[in-house]
């Protein structure tokens, strides 16, 4: 079976409160088991990775986290993933999506800004949120698009339309976008593979920057992002989780073969 | 971190959600009314319509005695009719759908075009029956034939299939055409062995709007001069002294259902409305045929195609 690693060492550092149980957890796209039994505990305010070949089902498991399965027929979710401090179980039957993904915002792999205004954009969430004061509204997207790295760049272009910015903005506004409703928990699917290196540069930099104030989970094909950005790294590989550590031990002394052999580019 | 509000965030979605279910009722409802509406015309009419049909109906022509009355010249018209005309508006509207997407330099001028395309699908179809009374009988001497009908409603039809054509093909991502034209392909391989193929579901859904509007025409067909009461029937195409005598069909005088159907309701007698009653569910059913051969067409076509 999976060398699961719950946790012993990670609860030793100073501080750590747990956001989320996921426990024996099992995901299906109809018959397929895309995921299988994963146990693990993410820690709040902590940028975690998780990573591994192609089709390893880590993207998958990520979707898992705001419901992102339930838009289509056929999926199924077992076990649970547990949110504290409240002790909501994500998946229960009687917890609806839509309030899963009030609390857990998702930065998709390609920007998806809306046809919409740089404003718009970003006030979108907190409008569908129900505000709908033009003054919380402007603090907030000022808000936003400070914690976004944008603020500079976008304050005097507030209402033309977002696709007028590059793709690396695009994307910083996706991220403010998410930001300004004040997610628990970010979810990053690959944020940064359609992106330039200096792009790529300053999302990490935001992500670095969030640390502390958000949980997050970043999906990614580059280790090296990985381990520039992550305090804990997961590498999954056929739908199970192989190894769940902290990002240093991983990186430095994997303890099952197949991590080591991701991890220094034998396979993947 | 603030400790989330649980209970407040799940008032929220609830209030919230209530305009999702308001709306799923109330747009369940409106499909209701149109369907509703449409399958009890569809109901009385076969009601009235079904008992009078049987193979006499369909063998028989029109009679002055409505039992012995039958649809044979309507169906034999219509289908003929439909044949030139899916032979004339469906190469010629995909040709200049493809053109226009795909060929045409983008300028005021092919703007203009795009405008007047999309305004013709909109002008009364009589004024068609018109133009072609003048262009086709007259002018080219075409007479009141099959063939100047289905070049009028192939002039009708026209602009749908080239709109729909268009969408489709501007459906196709950027990077498809990209990948071709990377391999080196010319335009006209480009769009012979990618953007029509992956395109042709949905030109086909515009060919068969088209289609299921033309087989309905009455007012144009009429313009143009078509018999109301008529006992023989056009040549078989592909019969007669050929080369020339196999195209005799297409000069022959014809009517189509919904004329028939028309001159029905307009007699007194209760009988006739019955026949048109019937004539009308056959022509709904030619409808259907119609859409049905062009579904498993495109079904056939998307069986190859991972798209």
Known sequence: MVTNMPNAALQNSPASTIKADIRNFNFFYGDFQALKNVNMSIEEGRVTALIGPSGCGKSTFLRCFNRMHDLYPGNRYEGEIVFHPDNTNLLAADVDPIEVRMRVGMVFQKPN?????????????????????????EEKVEQALNDAALWNEAKDRLHEPAYNLSGGQQQRLCIARCLATGPEMILFDEPTSALDPIATASIEELIDTLRGKVTILIVTHSMQQAARVSDFTAYMYLGEMIEYGKTDDIFVKPRDKRTEDYITGKFG | MALPDTAAIRAMVQKHKRYDHMFAILGLLCLMVGL????????????????????????????????????????????????????????????????????????????????????????????????????????????????????????????????????????????????????????????????????????????????????????PIITIGALTFIAFLPPVPGTGEPPAGMFDWLFSPFTVMPIQMFNWTSRPEEAFQVNAAAAGFVLVFMTLAMNGLAIWIRYRLRKNLKW
Do not use: C
């Open chain 1, 113 to 137: 800004p809306f046809p919409k205004s740089i404003f718009e954009n970003v006030a979108y969430g907190l409008r569908v949120r129900g505000e709908s004061k033009r003054s919380v509204l």
């Open chain 2, 36 to 219: 509703l509406t449409l399958l009890a015309l569809l109901v009385d009419m076969g009601m009235r319509g079904i008992p009078r049909i049987d193979w006499g109906f369909f063998t028989e022509f029109p009679s002055r005695r409505a039992a012995n009355a039958g649809i044979l010249s309507a169906w034999v018209g219509s289908a003929l009719v439909m044949l030139v005309t899916a032979a004339a508006a469906i190469p010629v509207g995909i040709a200049a759908g493809v053109y226009l997407e795909e060929y045409a330099r983008k300028n005021w001028f092919t703007d203009i075009i795009e405008i007047n395309i999309s305004n013709l699908a909109g002008v009364p179809s009589i004024v068609y029956g018109l133009l072609a009374l003048g262009l086709f009988v007259y002018q080219f001497n075409l007479g009141q034939s099959i063939l100047s009908a289905g070049l009028t409603l192939a002039l009708l039809i026209l602009p749908v299939i080239i709109v729909a054509t268009r969408e489709a093909i501007r459906s196709i991502p950027g990077e498809i055409r990209e990948g071709a034209y990377a391999l080196g392909a010319t335009k006209w391989q480009a769009v012979h062995d990618h953007i029509l193929p992956y395109s042709t579901s949905g030109i086909l859904t515009g060919v068969i709007i088209g289609m299921a509007r033309a087989i309905g025409e009455t007012a």
